[in-house]
């Protein structure tokens, strides 16, 4: 079981906002990077260390967190952003070890 | 530009060892702070991160794979090798490696390889 949790789905209706959550002990102490995976696709990082994003991704993505729960929010969903969505961050003891969440499945409707 | 790829057989029976490369380009493991990490992904199910390679030659691995596990690089060829004895049929999965970056103490895995599939199977 993986120590950081998702909700295995959740939909959002075209141009609406979604927030899709993360939750574990370890993101009081570490923050969150999300990953976009379309099927056949390798993960693609889509915010860092909270609330950054890489080159290339649009600004409608964003990240926040607080307490033991990090978020990725989507404002203006977009057919596109039709994906599974992982969390990762820093096993919660302190080790250098990467840990995923179990995914959430995003259908824009 | 940052680019990985994996290889490695598309195969492997029960009880043998699996050696998968990931050969990479538009960066250096001899690098402060760069690292390389392979994650695997079965079919359906979620993402399960397995090692990671630093710069410096530490090496971590996910505790309920560390037995099976080793990771190595070859600075000078731009390659990071992971073996996996033992393999079984559970251990069938889509194999990725990313270039993985640390800010504030977390880390992220910011360029991905494509992927290799593995399946187990006699």
């Known amino acids: 079981s993986s120590e950081l949790t998702q909700d295995p789905a959740v939909s959002v209706a075209l141009g609406q906002t979604v927030r899709i959550t993360c939750q574990g002990d370890g993101l009081r102490r570490y923050s969150a990077s999300w990953y976009q995976q379309k099927p056949g696709q390798a993960p693609l990082l889509v915010i860092y260390d909270k609330n950054n994003r890489p080159s290339g991704i649009p600004d409608r993505f964003s990240g926040s967190g607080s307490g033991n729960t990090a978020s990725l929010t989507i404002t203006g969903a977009q057919a596109e952003d039709e994906a599974d969505y992982y969390c990762?961050?820093?096993?919660?003891?302190?080790?250098?070890?990467?840990?995923f969440g179990g995914g959430t499945k995003l259908t824009v409707l | 530009q940052v680019t990985l790829r994996e290889s490695g057989p598309a195969l492997v029976k029960p009880t043998q060892t699996l050696t998968l490369t990931c050969t990479f380009s538009g960066f250096s493991l001899s690098t402060y702070e760069m690292r390389v990490s392979w994650i695997r992904q079965p079919p359906g199910k979620a993402l399960e991160w397995l090692a990671r390679?630093?710069?410096?030659?530490?090496?971590f691995y996910s505790p309920s794979l560390r037995t099976r596990l080793t990771v190595s690089k070859d600075t000078s060829k731009n390659q990071v090798v992971l073996t996996m004895t033992n393999m079984d049929p559970i251990d069938t999965a889509t194999y990725y490696c990313?270039?993985?970056?640390?800010?504030?103490?977390?880390?992220?895995?910011?360029?991905w390889g494509q992927g290799t599939p593995v399946t187990v199977s006699s």
């Open positions: 390679i630093d710069w410096d030659d530490d090496e």
């Open positions: 990762n961050s820093r096993e919660r003891k302190g080790n250098h070890f990467v840990v």
């Open positions: 990313a270039r993985t970056r640390s800010d504030s103490g977390t880390y992220y895995l910011d360029f």
